[in-house]
Every structure is written in structure tokens, then in C-alpha cells.
T-cell receptor, first 113, second 113 residues
Framework: SQTIHQWPATLVQPVGSPLSLECTVEGTSNPNLYWYRQAAGRGLQLLFYSVGIGQISSEVPQNLSASRPQDRQFILSSKKLLLSDSGFYLCAWSVLRGSSPLHFGNGTRLTVT | SQKIEQNSEALNIQEGKTATLTCNYT??????LQWYRQDPGRGPVFLLL?????KEKRKERLKVTFDTTLKQSLFHITASQPADSATYLCALVMGSNTGKLIFGQGTTLQVKP
């Protein structure tokens, strides 16, 4: 069966520090991969999605970047964190079909201080 | 602009009653609509998908309707239980090849015993 791993679960980082969140998927090949952010009391905002290795689409201009160095690995990064980067970051995967559901990891709670 | 709206106010109902949650959208013509459940501190979990040519979909105590004329989906939980308490998110499929989902902000349901 397919599983998705996301770490760390919680993270507290000072303003200006770098960020690296990692997500890996097991049990499937060539998945679509996504990074979402959820601010407190808000909906999920799509940040990046990827349909293949090295293929990244950015949805919202911001202080973050994403990379997909391997088929089932998706990384969210920042060179210098801002206070506004605080939030709940969720990685998800789906098969290459528009109607298929998203399968989410358990998220990383990031607090920038 | 494109919008997906869910009732931001929490829905409080008594155990055993039917809960009805609403998802309205504007300026979209989605081919699919999905509903997810999210528990505090966790990633969303897929519940149901309904296609534009389907009026209604059922799964156990869950029922989803999709009215493309009204641009509205209703999500019903019959015989509700305290364990149904969670935030419920609707999402529209935006890209047939990418599987990109745009989410509403969610409605929190509280079922009281």
C-alpha cells in the first residue's frame, strides 16, 4: 500500500534562517506531488505541484521554493524565513489522473519567531 | 475572481441528526468536486468524489450532491455521531492532467452527544 512521510512534525525557526521540509512517498511510481500551506483558520493554499522529476510549478509568488530530486521525493525550501511563512505545511500525492484524490501527509507545523 | 466558499461558522448539531454542509463556487466549471475530512493537527483525508454529470453520490452515512446550475455542492452526514466532529473541506479539480485541487476554507462540525 502507498504511504507518505513528512518530517519534521513541528519546527520552530528564527526569522532569516533557512528551511528544508522533506516529503517522501512509498508504494507508487510517478505520482503528482503537491505542497500546500494552511494558515490558522484558513483553507489550504496550493504552493507548488510537480508532475515529474525536476518539474515544478509554482502557484503563488513567495519566499519559498520546491524541488523534486527523485521520483518520490519532494522538498520545500527557503533561504531566509519570514514571520509570514509560519503555518501548517502539507505534502500530498495523487496518481496522474485529474479526478484522483489527494493523499496527504500529517503535516509540519512551522513557527517562525 | 474565482471563489470557493464554505460556511466559516461552526455547525453544531445533536447526535443522531443529519448534518448538512454547503460548498458554493463562482467562476469555475469544475469537472469534479471532492470532499475531505480534516482532524486537528492532521492532514485532510479524502471522503467522496462527485463528477459534473452526477447529481448525487452516497457512501455509507455520507451523501454528496452536485448542482452545476446553482454552482453548489451539499454534503450530508446522516445519523451523525460525536466521532463525526471534524472540519470538512470541499475541493474543485482545476487541472485534468495535473490533478490540482483548489480548496474551500472548510466548515467545522461539532456533534454533541
Amino acid at each position: 500500500s502507498q504511504t507518505i512521510h513528512q518530517w519534521p512534525a513541528t519546527l520552530v525557526q528564527p526569522v532569516g534562517s533557512p528551511l528544508s521540509l522533506e516529503c517522501t512517498v512509498e508504494g507508487t511510481s510517478n505520482p503528482n506531488l503537491y505542497w500546500y500551506r494552511q494558515a490558522a483558520g484558513r483553507g489550504l493554499q496550493l504552493l507548488f505541484y510537480s508532475v515529474g522529476i525536476g518539474q515544478i510549478s509554482s502557484e503563488v509568488p513567495q519566499n519559498l521554493s520546491a524541488s523534486r530530486p527523485q521520483d518520490r521525493q519532494f522538498i520545500l525550501s527557503s533561504k531566509k524565513l519570514l514571520l509570514s511563512d509560519s503555518g501548517f505545511y502539507l505534502c500530498a500525492w495523487s496518481v496522474l489522473r485529474g479526478s484522483s484524490p489527494l493523499h496527504f501527509g500529517n503535516g509540519t507545523r512551522l513557527t517562525v519567531t | 475572481s474565482q471563489k470557493i466558499e464554505q460556511n466559516s461558522e461552526a455547525l453544531n448539531i445533536q447526535e443522531g441528526k443529519t448534518a448538512t454542509l454547503t460548498c458554493n463556487y463562482t467562476n469555475y466549471s469544475p469537472a469534479y468536486l471532492q470532499w475531505y475530512r480534516q482532524d486537528p493537527g492532521r492532514g485532510p483525508v479524502f471522503l467522496l468524489l462527485i463528477r459534473e454529470n452526477e447529481k448525487e453520490k452516497r457512501k455509507e452515512r455520507l451523501k454528496v450532491t452536485f448542482d452545476t446550475t446553482l454552482k453548489q455542492s451539499l454534503f450530508h452526514i446522516t445519523a451523525s455521531q460525536p466521532a463525526d466532529s471534524a472540519t470538512y473541506l470541499c475541493a474543485l479539480v482545476m487541472g485534468s492532467n495535473t490533478g490540482k485541487l483548489i480548496f474551500g476554507q472548510g466548515t467545522t462540525l461539532q456533534v454533541k452527544p
